[in-house]
Every structure is written in structure tokens, then in C-alpha cells.
């Protein structure tokens, strides 16, 4: 057999598949339920003004125009701004159960990640790394000042991190989708990300931000600056976004 065929690529497609004749089993036992938000209620917390959606857009055209764009300016974001990113990533836009559903679909409504942002010029945010709580609407302070060094050395010295005003960082929230696919979650929580880049994506093209998803990052680094284990939670996609 080909070697590339025993490689985790494969694998991972091939170990993860339904079968019409072969009843679904696993070796995993027990997956533990986990919160279906994170929150920090110890961090102190910005409430964000609310997002501007009567920004005028048409979606064709910011489809049209979407690009991966690295050659931001060091001009700050507007807190409005940053808000209206937000909200197109992770904004409740109502309710069904427990479920909070969101701008961008999950598998089983169960939003299996976690918001960060490193926030390096934002008008009237302090520089520092955030948790975004998406049940308020809210930024939860986690450290203060300037990671640009950390962040765009973790980023294998990208310069769009480097000029970025502001970095979004995703965390997969593995045991969040595990709980119900088991393994199949592997498929899943990236699939989901995708949703949501794509919203933030669209929605800076319509502000005439310039955006770039990153997917090549030292991930032990990230999750170091995160303080997070990198295995029930660990980063899995950034985005940087700033004015051009
Ligand atoms: C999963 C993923 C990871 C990516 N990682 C990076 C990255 O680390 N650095 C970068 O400059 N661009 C990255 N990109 C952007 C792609 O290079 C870009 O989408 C592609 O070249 C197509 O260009 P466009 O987005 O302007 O249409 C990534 C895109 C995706 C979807």
C-alpha cells in the first residue's frame, strides 16, 4: 500500500466514516458533558456597543470582493468595528432549547470552539488578550499589553500577524462535539471554524477591512499565550484583521 495512505490524512477520513452496514461502536468509554460556553468570571469585563448592521452591503459584491488581504495598515479598528466582527462570528441571533443559535451554523448547535482575541490596535481597548463571551456579548480581560512579538513568532513570523490590528483566535472545544460524534467531531469542529471565518471574512470586506485566516501556527505557542491545555482545548484557526 501507498505510505501516504497510512498517514493520519487518510486516516482520519477513512476512521471517521458512516457505514449503512456496520453499527456505529467506538473504544473511546465515556466522553464527559463540558459547559457549552466558556466563560473567565473572574476577568474583568467590557461590554461591546452594539454591532452596526445597518451598514449598508450587498452580499454579492462582498463575495466578489473577498480577498485574503496581508498588507494592513497600523491604523487602529474602531470599537464598533471590532463589535460588528464579533457579532458576525458568533453573534446569538436567537434561541431554540438551551441552544443559543448563532450567525454561522454548528453541527447540533453545539459550537464546539472558543473565541480569543489578541488585541493590538483597537480605539479604546487596551492592548492585551481576550475571551470573548458570546451569552453577553462581552470581552472578558485575560492579560494586558503588547504580544505582537509572541503572537507573530507563533505565527512562524508572518508579517500580516505582525501588522494586524486585531488577531481572532479559534480554540476547538473537543470534548463539546465529542460528547455526541464521538471521533466524527474531528470532521466537524473544523467544518465549523470555516462558518465562522467566513463570516468574519465577508463582514470586514463589507467594512472595507482587510482580513487574512491563518492556519500555520506553532500550536503549543498559542495555547502557552492562551493558557490552555492543547488537548480538551486547543487552537485550531486564526484571523487577522486590520484597516487597509
Ligand atoms: C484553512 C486556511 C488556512 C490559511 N492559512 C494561511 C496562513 O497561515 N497565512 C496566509 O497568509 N494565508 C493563509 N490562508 C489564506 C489563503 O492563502 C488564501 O485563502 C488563498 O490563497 C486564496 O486567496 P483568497 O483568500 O484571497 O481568495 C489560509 C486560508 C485557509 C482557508
Not at 464527559?32 to 452596526?52: G, H, I, M, N
Not at 453545539?110 to 483597537?122: A, I, N, R, S
Not at 467566513?198 to 492562551?226: E, H, K, W, Y
Amino acid at each position: 500500500m501507498a505510505l501516504y495512505k497510512e498517514g493520519l490524512a487518510f486516516g482520519y477520513i477513512q476512521g471517521t466514516k458512516y457505514h449503512r452496514d456496520k453499527p456505529l461502536k467506538d473504544h473511546l468509554g465515556p466522553i464527559p458533558a463540558v459547559q457549552s460556553c466558556k466563560t473567565y468570571p473572574d476577568a474583568e469585563r467590557l461590554k461591546l456597543p452594539q454591532p452596526d448592521l445597518n451598514h449598508p452591503a450587498n452580499l454579492w459584491q462582498c463575495m466578489t470582493r473577498r480577498r485574503s488581504e496581508r498588507d494592513t495598515t497600523t491604523e487602529p479598528l474602531s470599537l464598533n468595528e471590532l463589535s460588528t466582527l464579533l457579532w458576525s462570528a458568533q453573534g446569538v441571533t436567537a434561541r431554540a432549547g438551551i441552544h443559543l443559535l448563532r450567525t454561522a451554523p454548528s453541527a447540533g448547535a453545539l459550537y464546539p470552539f472558543e473565541t480569543y482575541l489578541y488585541v493590538d490596535h483597537v480605539e479604546d481597548i487596551p492592548q492585551g488578550l481576550y475571551h470573548f463571551d458570546v451569552a453577553s456579548f462581552a470581552l472578558e480581560r485575560l492579560k494586558d499589553g503588547s504580544f505582537n512579538r509572541d503572537m507573530t513568532k507563533a505565527c512562524l513570523g508572518q508579517p500580516v500577524v505582525r501588522r494586524a490590528a486585531v488577531v481572532f483566535i479559534w480554540t476547538a472545544m473537543m470534548l463539546r462535539c465529542m460528547v455526541k460524534y464521538r471521533d466524527r467531531a474531528v470532521r466537524y469542529i473544523p467544518m465549523d471554524l470555516g462558518h465562522v471565518c467566513q463570516n468574519v471574512q465577508l463582514a470586514a470586506t463589507a467594512m472595507d477591512l482587510g482580513s487574512c485566516p491563518i492556519g500555520a501556527f506553532f500550536d503549543d505557542d498559542i495555547n502557552r499565550l492562551l493558557e490552555i491545555d492543547g488537548e480538551d482545548e486547543t487552537a485550531l484557526y486564526l484571523i487577522t484583521v486590520g484597516r487597509m
